[in-house]
């Protein structure tokens, strides 16, 4: 079964009133046909219902090569498994609206 | 300029890839371009190969991008990361080039053009990433 891990970064997620996007990560495991595919499933749910989000998708070798964590100081957000795919992409969904009350 | 558009087919910013049209006609090898769609490009080389050549301004190309184009493109030879504020991972430069597709930015294109196998060409920088990866 397939999992792919969620961060926040950029001005949204650093308590900035000023930001233009919402950026997110999903982390998948490899570059595997199946592992990306689960994760443009995630992306396609996530742009369809939250406003301004600009997704990167990356495989758990792509981030070493890129050091993309300490670089945007990504803060994490949840996991979704397949299995419970849509339930836990709901959540992810509630916590980042959660932060936008805080706005 | 960061990329504007976030998703498939990541449109330029400016919504035109003029310098890329033009690098492309300057180039020695290229006998003339076709616009197909705003973000697809036929290449007819002067020894009468044609490239497929997709364009986009994704701000982070890796393999996951590289299958979303596999499903929403008919054939592609090359891929043609046009911002300086985009680019792609060496995982997906592997995975491109095993395939027979080329990824580059519009310089590496312009190298890689004067190669018989496009899709194989390597910036120094590449080069030295595949050795220390033992990819090559």
């Not at chain 2, 492309?24 to 090898?29: A, C, G, I, P």
Request: glycine share 4%.
């Amino acid at each position: 079964m397939e999992n792919v891990n969620i961060f926040g970064f950029g001005s949204f997620f650093n308590n900035n009133t000023k930001f233009n996007d919402i950026d997110i990560l999903l982390l998948h495991q490899s570059i595997s046909y199946e592992s990306c595919q689960f994760s443009l499933r995630c992306k396609k749910y996530l742009l369809a219902n939250l406003i301004n989000a600009h997704i990167t998708i990356l495989s758990l070798s792509e981030e070493h090569q890129l050091d993309f964590f300490n670089k945007s100081k990504a803060k994490y957000l949840g996991k979704i498994y397949e299995e419970s795919a849509e339930y836990d992409l709901n959540v992810i969904l509630n916590t980042i609206n959660g932060v936008k009350n805080l706005e | 300029m960061p990329a504007l558009n976030k998703k498939f087919p990541w449109m330029s910013y400016y919504n035109n890839y003029n310098f890329f049209e033009d690098r492309m006609r300057s180039h020695k090898k290229v006998n003339s371009i076709k616009k197909i769609s705003d973000s697809f490009y036929e290449i007819d080389l002067v020894d009468g190969k044609i490239v497929n050549v997709f364009i986009c301004e994704c701000y982070s190309f890796g393999v996951a991008e590289y299958y979303e184009c596999v499903e929403k493109l008919e054939k592609f030879d090359a891929i043609i990361i046009n911002s300086n504020w985009c680019g792609y991972t060496m995982e997906v430069k592997r995975y491109c080039r095993e395939h027979g597709v080329g990824i580059f930015d519009i310089r590496g294109f312009m190298a890689a053009l004067n190669l018989n196998n496009f899709w194989e060409y390597l910036t120094i920088e590449e080069k030295a990433s595949f050795q220390e990866n033992d990819w090559l």
